[in-house]
């Protein structure tokens, strides 16, 4: 069996040769590939890059794919694993908390498409996940930041204690509780057809908003946004009290967004939740229960207009 392990620039320079140096020691053959970092690069072509660099150094079938970072990098090298001679084992070793809580977990895989977020992919399970909590020692606190959102927002869906506790719990029991919510909930639908939805709770918002950003909005604060869009959304339409979309908007407090409402409607009309022209958001029904429904257009566009919201810096953990 011969190794390949896939990371990005900024993870390459802190825990590239460690890695790398591991697989040798262990007698193993490997080769270090790399690609620039950011959710820009998450594209058909960077994939494709890749694939020729293995192609040329010879591998074939025989080949272990490790994809060594954070979400980004969880993407793509999963699904280059999953079509590279039609399929061979992929081992996951995230670096971020994004990459501990979410992208690691369900085996979803995917490219951007030159509109849309994660349009093309596929569903493949790893191997072997491996959560060394020692990669977030470098952690920048932006990331800390997207991870906290993605905890959050999981909490939201599913486990109310969770949420309304959040700041008791040390990072590590709020990784692992997180990692327990997705693991149940992908176990239920393994293929999102249903219940795991609910995980794109402020999902169709915030690709929506990195599209029109170019990705200069990270993923965690369109999240953020995205899930105070939706729980307005869910309050307009008299799904959520006033006292639990008070409690979120608490946790992610509004600011101002400077995309129109027509440009943010373009680009949420192509999520590929929606079906049939209609747009469905997830709504909560109250914190710790959610839903997904089909929401009139001129409710979003109301809420777009009224508020262009949206969300805080001041997400805090332990
Ligand atoms: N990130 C949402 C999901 O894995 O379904």
């Known amino acids: ?12 320079n802190l825990y590239g040769e460690r ?8 007698g193993k053959d490997v080769a270090l590939l790399s690609f620039p970092a ?55 070793m995230p670096t971020t908390v994004v990459g501990m809580v979410d992208a690691s977990i369900g085996g979803k895989t995917g490219v951007n498409g030159p509109g849309g977020k994660n349009m093309i992919g596929t569903f493949y399970n790893a191997a072997q996940t491996v959560i ?8 920048p606190e932006k990331e800390w930041f997207n991870g906290r959102v993605e905890m959050l927002k999981a909490a939201l869906v599913w486990d ?7 700041s008791t719990f040390s990072d590590f029991q709020a990784i692992q509780r997180s990692r327990t919510i997705k693991e ?70 509004p600011i101002f967004l400077d995309f129109s409402c027509e440009e943010m409607l373009q680009k949420m009309r192509l999520d590929k939740k929606n079906s049939n022209n209609l747009l469905h958001c997830i709504l ?21 207009d009224d508020t262009r919201l949206c969300a805080g810096k001041n997400i805090q953990v332990g």
């Open 284 to 304: 909560l029904q109250k914190i710790g229960l959610a839903t997904q429904s089909v929401v009139p257009e001129n409710v979003i566009k109301r809420v777009l």
């Open 132 to 139: 060394d909590y020692n990669f977030l020692h470098t952690l």
């Open 184 to 253: 149940a909930i992908v176990s239920q639908d393994p293929y999102d057809r249903g219940v795991r939805r609910l995980l794109n709770l402020g999902h169709t918002f915030a690709h929506a908003l990195e599209v029109l950003s170019h990705y200069r909005i990270s993923h965690g604060e369109a999240v953020a946004f995205g899930v105070v869009f939706d729980a307005r959304i869910s309050y307009e339409m008299g799904v959520l009290s006033k006292d639990d979309f008070s409690q979120i908007q608490n946790v992610f407090p």
């Open 19 to 26: 890695i790398y140096r591991q697989y040798k020691n262990e």
């Open 160 to 166: 109310r204690d969770f949420f309304e506790n959040f």
């Open 1 to 12: 069996m011969r190794y390949a392990i896939i990371t990005d620039h900024v993870v390459l």
């Open 38 to 92: 950011g959710e820009a690069f998450k594209t058909r072509s960077v994939k494709e890059n890749l694939e020729n660099q293995l192609l040329s150094l010879g591998y074939i079938r025989d080949t272990t794919i490790v994809a060594l970072g954070g979400g980004v990098v969880i993407d793509l090298v999963g699904f280059l694993a999953s079509t590279f001679c039609r399929g061979v084992p992929l081992i996951l």
